[in-house]
């Protein structure tokens, strides 16, 4: 653990990533209730129950649900679920699985091999999919079984309903089956502004890996198989891997305080209104260049090296490894106008001192 980290209360609040953020309220209040008397283990329990119930109520489909503790398990887990060691995935060359899991989808699918698809602004080219599953159809290529999609992107685009119809579409007609990194599905709701449905298995996705963390949940993502059938046993790779919290009820009470009012849109729509604001606002300071076009929570801005050691020397953190080089600042339910404010200003004042210094 590092050590700068010491005091808590010292931390700025910062725009690295929309995990930062703590608890929201809801999802707080309904974990303190289910802190009340004892209940049935390894989600044996109600809270279990009604988080899975409403889950299938907002997706209109009676999905199998499961919990994992992580978007690494999740995905991993789920993917391993689509594939024989044998098979393969097909990504973005920028996508989760493939650039921030340490392999976790290769080793709980016993080697299935990940293979990297091009795209504009970090969504999937689906000619380059089409060509990359019919070069070689030979035995000694890894049979390609999966397509995997995320939605919002690791850019912080968002992939239209028309995006995903078609991606399912060639997808299944290509014999693949379609997995969705959603780590930041709500953003991308709240952004498109349609129905769950619209952009997850009536777009022809089989399995769903639902982020709660960034959303404003303490931990635990949500695995929702719309093909039933691919549930099969996992169950027992989510007890294998280490996912079956005997305590689950501390998961999925919070999944109920997000779920069952719409916080998880409120706060998705906040982030993303924050994003839009902070964009508009960085627009107008000159030297300013902002990187792909902004539809959930995050701005990336192509920063001159000497303005982002500026910018991290007045304490800003903020990851430049995601997209292109370009510095990542990302919004969540809990950011204010406030902290905008104060990104604004300092983001103005390290690249007037650039200006001077290039100038
Ligand atoms: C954050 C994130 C995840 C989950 O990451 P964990 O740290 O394993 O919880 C998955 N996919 C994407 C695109 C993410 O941004």
Redesign the pocket.
């Known amino acids: 653990m590092s050590r700068e980290t010491g005091n808590a209360s010292k931390i700025r609040v910062q725009f690295a ?3 930062y953020s703590g608890i929201c309220p809801e999802a707080w209040s309904m974990m303190q209730e289910a802190n009340a008397g004892h209940v049935l283990s390894y989600g044996d329990d109600e809270w279990t129950e009604r988080a899975c119930n409403l889950l299938r109520e907002i997706f209109e489909t009676d999905c199998e649900v499961f919990f994992a ?7 991993a887990l789920a993917l391993a679920s689509l594939c024989q060691s044998y098979h393969s995935v097909l990504c973005h060359r920028a ?3 493939e650039t ?2 340490c392999g976790a989808p290769e080793f709980f699918s016993n080697g299935t091999k990940i293979l990297l698809v091009p795209g504009e602004n970090g969504k999937i080219d689906l000619d380059a999919v089409e060509k990359m599953v019919k070069v070689r159809t030979d035995i000694h290529y890894p049979k390609p079984r999966v397509l995997s999609l ?1 939605q ?3 850019l912080g685009t968002v992939y239209s309903v028309e995006e995903l119809r078609a991606a399912g579409e060639l997808a299944h007609r290509l014999g693949l089956r379609v997995h969705m ?4 599905f709500a953003n991308a709701l709240a952004s498109l502004k349609v129905t769950p449905k619209e952009i997850s298995w009536q777009a022809g996705v089989d399995v769903l ?1 639902l ?1 709660g ?2 959303n404003g949940l303490p931990i635990g ?1 949500a695995v929702l198989f719309f093909n039933r059938e691919l549930a099969h046993e996992f169950d027992y790779r989510c007890k294998q891997a280490g996912q079956l919290l005997s305590k689950m009820r501390f998961v999925s009470a919070p999944w109920v305080g997000l779920l069952h009012d719409g916080a998880w849109l409120r706060n998705a729509a906040h982030a993303n209104a924050c994003a839009e604001k902070l964009e508009a606002e960085l627009r107008q300071i000159p030297g300013v260049r902002v990187m792909f076009p902004r539809q959930a929570n995050s701005v990336f801005l192509q920063l001159p090296p000497a303005a982002a050691a500026a910018l991290r020397a007045r304490g800003w953190r903020f990851y430049t490894f995601i997209g292109e080089g370009g510095a990542r600042f990302m919004c969540s339910w809990a950011t204010t106008d406030a902290d905008i404010a104060a990104l604004v200003a300092d983001m103005r004042a390290v690249l007037a001192e650039e200006a001077v210094h290039s100038g």
């Not at 503790?69 to 995905?75: D, H, Q």
């Open positions: 990533s929309d995990n503790l992580t978007g690494t398990a999740a995905n996508a989760h699985v921030d899991e995320t919002a992107t690791e990194d959603g780590a930041r890996c982020g963390a960034k993502e």
